[in-house]
Nanobody
Framework: QVRLVESGGGLVQPGGSLRLSCETA????????IGWFRQAPGEHREGVSC????????YYADSAKGRFTISRDIAKNTVYLQMDNLKPEDTAIYSC???????????????????WGQGTQVTVSS
């Protein structure tokens, strides 16, 4: 049975860090990828990063490059999103999603993801 459960959100000051976790079940470590998306109030959902479960290759949106790091722990069936140097504009609900990439590398295209978690709130404010 497929499962995606996020945790690790919270309130953090600008410049601070958070590590989000996405506990997964039911995905193929040969074919599938896990992505992180976020949605701020009144905004469209934005793809932040994704990682192939097989080889760990990752994609980052421009807004995440240099500040966010995605990783996976195969033994724990968990994907992490380490977020550093957080900014107020990073405030959003962050959700992880799972699916099979169309190409050889995962992307932020929502259509590649069939299953979604409930999300965790990240608030960056002083």
């Amino acid at each position: 049975q497929v499962r995606l459960v996020e945790s690790g959100g919270g309130l953090v000051q600008p410049g601070g860090s958070l590590r989000l976790s996405c506990e997964t079940a039911g995905f193929s470590f040969d074919d599938d990828a896990i992505g992180w998306f976020r949605q701020a109030p009144g905004e469209h959902r934005e793809g932040v990063s994704c990682i192939s479960l097989n080889d760990g290759r990752a994609y980052y949106a421009d807004s995440a490059k240099g500040r966010f790091t995605i990783s996976r722990d195969i033994a724990k069936n968990t994907v992490y999103l380490q977020m550093d140097n957080l900014k107020p504009e990073d405030t959003a609900i962050y959700s992880c999603a799972g699916g099979t990439p169309i190409g050889s590398l995962c992307t932020a295209f929502e259509g590649e993801y069939d299953y979604w978690g409930q999300g965790t709130q990240v608030t960056v404010s002083s």
